[in-house]
């Protein structure tokens, strides 16, 4: 008899709930679950073919460990044995930093990779950390550091109560949306022009998220910054006082004013390819709105200028005055984050604390931008990469110059993967810890709830008991922890958990501003409920936090503690609304299969900030210091051919591509040419082309379509599936190539450390 049972989507960002039909311990089915309490049975194509993806013969089963040059089968003992022989003697011998950490992109869709990964960096005290956030995301961290002070104050635009919707370098009908949790964001977008609203797209390509727009500008890739600037000075030349602000709350308004004096609509529109006529009238149409909400992505962060654009997005939400307003741009407040707190000064926030050792490169939230491994492996001297732990990784296809990172892992003395498959970058491991199937593990958002549109929280446990001879993800980790702190064996993978437990709680019953202040951390403890390590790591978090119980202590409805001695609540962000009575806990989750919803996104203002001054700073001193940099584009000569990425709905980077319900149809990997650039170079449709770039040349099919702007080729990432010793047979079938062996890795937005992925120049040269 088939059963069912709920499992949040681990995916893409989205995080809709699945419900998952089982017959024995194999997913034969996946439904949007209607009872959700975010994506009320919203799926989409990579959601449905769950069962294939958590099926797939080439998912390893066993550990595997390099034995004579080859990677065999192993026990977990053996793995563990050879990381522990390994990992803590070569940090004896050459320091803490001769261990480099790699970090993927689904670490932000497991449990494991939310609660271990910083526990394994401090344990091995390595600053060579690197992470797919440098391949994307890192200037929208930087800006929020630098304006809010928390880099993870990321605000997201209120979709289903906008009026105008500017979205910038984002194609959510085809990812699903990124940094803006949202189910069913197609749905939204067209709930959003249904109700009257105004959707502008602002995209080199005509996406399907562009189709559904009012207005689709098309500008050059890499202009948005110029963009962003002209309708920020727009803004602030007719409307000097700026209507709206919350000045109360922001300082440097005149100083962004004058800072932001040259890039006039005239000024940029040559750069940028559109006229000046159509810049101001966005700007004042963004203006008009009764709310509006600025929101970029991939084509605003993974650029030139990236770290400036993605400031000017909130530059624009706060003069408009849209910044931490219902229908404007808002900050969640998720489940296991922190509670909120009454305003204060904070710490501020630091970029470039310490440098890269080869190229002096500056951290941008204690990571090193991902372009600049191989060099780190490579260079001889104290301070080199002998040892490397990648976690969720393929960094040998999703970042620049990969055949350069795929010889220098071939050179490292010992790695680490953790990874489900034997693919590009994990063939070079010593050790690989294969993860079990998503069915086989529990989930719930601790990343994406930080995003999301609407404050919910969802847990979903494993949907089929764990395989035997696997272990969990989380386990996975916890012992990773222990073999390279030279613990393994004399420690039970559970005092990692536990530990984690009772620093939180020290550091919370120390708190003199919290509730639980005095109060016994291992009484406390005790008091958890779960049936794992991670799931009492995940009781602790939901008590402590904002829709807690805190173990049964009283709050104020502002969200302070019921003290008598506690009257800093002067500008005390508001405490929230909902949450389960009593407030929430593991147990009172897990009574809610299909989730709690904690209502709508709520203003967070001023108790959220962090910086020095206790405000919004405009104009941080690193950004000033990078407007020259931009003020130089406007009079550069733009190259005549530049290229673009893109994601296809069916796709998920460099790892869906061995499922076949996911691969084939317009899923390929073809060069996207405008019907005039193919005229002038002479390359016809299903015909072949070389691109050459800085980093090498690639030979690519050709597919002519206007959906690209002229002077634009696009081309996706998280191809080129051809090396030896992998395993993904039907990956291998239909290889592609690797966009990114075009770039060299010398081209990064230079305050984030992140790779120019988008706008970089190519050379096309039609072949027989
Ligand atoms: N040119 C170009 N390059 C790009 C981009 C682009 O737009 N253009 N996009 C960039 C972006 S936004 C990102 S985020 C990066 C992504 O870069 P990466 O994170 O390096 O790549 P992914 O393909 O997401 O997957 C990483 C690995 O995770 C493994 N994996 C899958 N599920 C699990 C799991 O449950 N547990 C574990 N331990 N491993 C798992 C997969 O097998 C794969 O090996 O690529 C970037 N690269
Ligand atoms: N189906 C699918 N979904 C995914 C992923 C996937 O690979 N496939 N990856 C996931 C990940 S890791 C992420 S980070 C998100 C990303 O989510 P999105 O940011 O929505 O990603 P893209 O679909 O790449 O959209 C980026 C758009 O930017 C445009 N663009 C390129 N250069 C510029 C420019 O200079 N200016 C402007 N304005 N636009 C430009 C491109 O044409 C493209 O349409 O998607 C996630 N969801
Ligand atoms: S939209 Fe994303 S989260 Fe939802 S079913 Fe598709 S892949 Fe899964
Ligand atoms: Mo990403």
Redesign the pocket.
Known sequence: MPRTAPRICPL??ATCGLTLTIEGTTVTGARGDRDDVFSRGFICP?GAAFGALDADPDRLRTPLVRRGGRLRPATWEEAYDAIAAAVPALVREHGAQSVGVVLG?PNVHTMAGALYPPLLVGALGTRNLFT?STL??MPKHVSSGLLFGDPFAIPVPDLDRTDFLLL?????V??????CTAPDFPGRLKALRARGGTLVV????R?R?ARLADRHLA??????ALLLAALAHTLLAERPSGTGTPTGHTEGLRELADALASFTPEAVAPACDLTAAEIRTLARDLAAAPTAAVY????????EHGTLASWLVDVLNILTGNLDRPGGALFPLPATGPRPRAAAPGRGFALGRWHSRVSGHPEAKSELPIAALAEEIETPGPGRIRALIAIAANPVLSAPDGRRLDAALAGLDFMVSVDPYLNETSRHAHVVLPPPPPSQSAHHDFAFNGFAIRNQVRYTRAAVPLEAGRLDECEIHARLVLAVSGTYGAAEPSVVDETAIQGALARETADRSSPLHGADPVRLAGLLTGESGPERRLDLMLRLGPYGDLFGATVRPDGQPDRADHRADHGAEAGPEVGPEGGLNLERLLAHPHGIDLGPLRPRLPGLLRTRSGRIELLPAPIAAELPRLRAALTGRPAALVL??????????SW?HNVPALTGGSNRCTLQVHPQDAERIGLTDGGRARVTADGGSLEVPVEVTDA?RAGVV?LP??WGHDRDGTRLAVAAAEPGVNVNQLLDGTRLDPLSGTAVL??FPVELAPLP
């Open positions: 893409c960002e990579k992109n797919a994307d995301q910038l370098g984002a194609n959510p085809e990812s699903n949306g990124s940094l602002v995209d080199p390509r996406t998220t500008p050059r890739p890499g202009s948005d970029g992505r991939i084509g605003s962060c993974t650029v673009v990425g893109r994601r296809h709905l069916r796709s998920n980077n869906l690209v696009s990432h998280g988008n706008g």
